[in-house]
């Protein structure tokens, strides 16, 4: 048998031996039964050493591609080969995701989910990756993170809750997860098996809307008054729901569910065997008054599922929120996931936990709360100025997000390609409506987490013109 | 009305008198309809000034307790009070997850999933947690993380599949996720509108089975025979399968799939409309021969999803892990979770593209590698020395974890108890079978990724004791 090694080449001769030998099997040139050369006899007119054939051949054996038999030495096994391994596949390149194409660079965005950087911790935030991977080294193994969240940020989360919020929450509730939707995505998982009904307002956010139609549950609108949430169409709805609810910030109207309505709900979801999903997402970031208590603190029945993220109050990039699940439910939560890990890293719950714990997560909301109020009222005098009464602003006070509607004839779509032909990024409410046609006509999303506030009104008067221009 | 208010405690003024009201509001003292003092009149009063009383009543509307009119001041809206807010709701400590109960503690665990922190290169993976604070702080805006993963990363695990697998991908086939049951559920979820048939090895890694179980998959278990999975059963299949495997270092048994068998495999696939799910989770880890390549370099015609993960090579409660998905299957992917936004943190997935970048991911393969396989040595020495031909140890040669088959009558509970009674954990393969009665009798799993190698012996001798003493 021919056998050309390179003994200038840096591949060992061994892996040499191994790919020649797999070539001709797979080539076809060495068939089914065929015998490899004996390796005292390979080793010696090679000139190498027995043990470097047989490391190759020990290789060919691993993958099932020779036998070696008592007697016999060493034979091809019978490899089917309809399939010839190719290396003239063509791995063209195509672009990671389908860019938008756009003709003009966007040059100002009103996006609402981003975070500006200058406001981040990065010196707290630091310290405590600090004391989270110290704290790691000093461990003997490492494990998969517990379940349902590190102890020690479930402890904090919890405590935080309950001072802030006024949830009533131990420890033992709180799972901690990847973000918003994988919080949806447990409570999908949870309910799996139950009647797997699900209403929500209308308009909410769609990021929640799409996970439960993906998991198949019967999908109920139900319409958002200018006090949140409309309870007639609620109280007309078969037993054994799920609710979903933005009531302190809802959105993306903005608007607060009044006292009235929240007490109204949990004594429905009580009397018919329901569950409230409460979305707590930015109620830190509140202006006008002090943050509005959470729905959950008033009920007293255990039936509101809290939710709520630190991507708006910290970081988006950062992917972890949490559920603090009523006692009554931890048994569901436990059936479905006893046999999974956490999928939150050690490294950013431990970090967290001791950011909470450290008081420079509080600190740091206040810090944000200012910020973005400024913010918001630089946009506010900015529109007023420019759109005087030729458009309505609504959901100010809170978050980082107004609704404009314009007094003109022009669609969302119009509004935004307007927009975005001058480099300007507005956003639609469209998606975040069940049915779009029930979209208010002329109405855009503005937020203000990036926008920069120094030529603010420059970047509206252009907008009020690429507007007005017919 | 009386409303007391004490000046010298922490509590501004202006949440005192928003207590006191929504108290009297709750308790019924205040009813619907009923008015509030007006601002001027409470401030004279309480001798303080008339915008911290107009500021408490600001959240009271905010929050629906009262409404203010134009001339008829401050009035009390209509609250449902069958639900009275109590504060005597028992949170009674419970415990956080319910321990095991032991009576004796565990001196040695003979864990397989978890892994040796002294191994774990702190100094380098520091500098690429620092490299991506670093980088993450130069930017101004912090957005969610790229859906499918940031490219840096996806980047390089692309090249290093290439280079050390020889998986034929590039960067935009490659999805990040949080872990190999996320990425599972990833799959699950894309195929979740067609015929929903999975396939698996039984045995096989539970933790996978329990994903498709739970996304109400149609369950077939293929026997692992001497050299993996059987291929009669699979000939027989419905088309549209998914078919998972470990062809590298079959979990739990330890085989290889020789390449015979993933030649059949891949042509059924083609044939049947099916796609193969490589699971390549520990395959760096081989210490007999060189590691095996992937099945999915075999694969010309797109019908492998190949999966990896960080759990095993780099540390289990980092959460990261990926999928390479044949091109073919890039729109069903794009069409499910088009809506969602990526679930990895930014700051783990910028770092491990620096760490692998660097060169620092492959050296610590290597270095890795030596670690487990003296380990490996050792435990397989020290069996050898302390059990001799009364038990049959399979599965080595790689990975984290052997199997031991005793000849006794022991069953896997027993023998799993009595060592517990001593203070040592070893592990069943029980749960990994489709069917518990399928499972080998006296069988143990024996991890050494965390076990110390010095008192190895002792540790076995006091094992084949406890096992041996009727």
Redesign the interface.
């Known amino acids: 048998m021919l056998i050309y090694i390179d003994k200038d080449t840096k591949a060992p001769i061994y ?1 040499q031996i ?1 790919t020649i030998l797999r070539q001709k099997i797979l080539s076809g040139s060495l068939k089914f039964a065929d015998k490899l050369p004996a390796t005292r006899k390979l080793a010696t007119e090679l000139s190498i050493g027995r043990n470097t054939v047989d ?1 190759a051949y ?2 060919l054996i ?4 020779v036998t070696s038999k008592v007697g016999s030495g060493f034979t091809v ?7 010839a ?2 290396d003239q ?1 063509d ?1 063209s ?5 389908k860019a938008q194409s756009q003709s003009v660079s966007i040059r100002y965005d009103f ?1 609402h ?6 406001i ?1 911790p ?1 010196k707290q ?2 310290k405590s ?1 600090n004391y989270a ?1 110290n704290l ?2 000093s ?10 969240g590190e ?1 020690s940020l ?1 402890q904090n989360i919890s405590s935080y809750l309950q001072r802030s919020r006024g949830v ?5 509730q709180v799972i901690i997860t ?2 918003h ?2 919080s949806m995505e447990v409570i999908a ?1 949870m309910f ?1 098996h139950s009647s797997k009904r699900f209403a929500m307002e209308d308009p909410g956010y ?2 929640v809307r ?1 996970v439960f139609q ?1 998991h198949n549950y019967q999908l109920t609108p139900i319409p958002v008054e200018k ?1 949140g949430v409309s309870i007639e169409p609620i109280k007309i709805l078969n037993t054994d729901h799920l609710l979903y609810l933005t009531p302190s910030h809802q959105f993306p109207t903005g608007v ?9 709900l ?2 429905w979801a ?1 009397n018919t065997n329901s569950y409230l999903i409460e979305d707590d997402y930015d109620s830190e970031l509140r202006y ?3 943050p ?2 959470s729905l959950q603190s ?1 009920d ?2 255990g039936r509101t599922i809290y939710t709520g993220t630190f ?1 708006k109050s910290l ?6 929120a949490y559920i603090v699940l009523p006692d009554s439910l931890m048994d569901t939560y436990r059936r ?1 996931y006893h ?10 719950q431990i970090a967290l936990a001791d950011f909470i714990a450290s008081g420079n997560y509080e600190k740091h909301i206040n810090r944000l709360r200012i910020f973005y109020r400024k913010r918001q009222n630089a946009l506010l005098t900015a529109l007023r100025e420019v759109f005087g009464n030729t458009a309505f602003i609504s959901g100010e006070g809170a978050g980082k997000h107004i609704l404009l509607t314009l007094k003109n004839s022009l669609s969302q779509d119009d509004l935004i390609k307007r927009a975005e032909n001058i480099g300007i990024r507005v956003y639609s409410t469209k998606e975040h409506y069940m049915n779009p046609i029930d979209c208010p006509h002329s109405q855009i999303l503005l937020g203000f ?2 926008i920069p506030t120094h030529d603010l009104k420059l970047v509206l008067e252009e907008l009020h013109h690429a507007w007005n221009n017919d």
């Open positions: 892996e191994y490391r020990q290789q691993a993958e099932g591609y096994n019978k490899i089917p080969i309809e399939f391994v190719s596949v791995f390149a195509h672009s990671l995701e996006a989910g981003a975070t500006d950087n200058s981040f990065y935030w630091r990756i991977l790691m080294e461990y003997s193994c490492i494990h998969y993170p517990s379940r349902q102890a479930r009533r929450c131990n420890a033992s990847c973000g939707q994988h998982n799996e769609d990021g799409i993906n006090d607060i569910l009044p006292i009235a309505k929240r007490r109204k949990i004594h009580f006008d008054t002090n509005i208590p008033l007293i029945h991507s970081s988006p990039s950062m992917r972890v479905y046999r999974y890990n956490s999928q939150v890293s050690a490294l950013h987490s990036i």
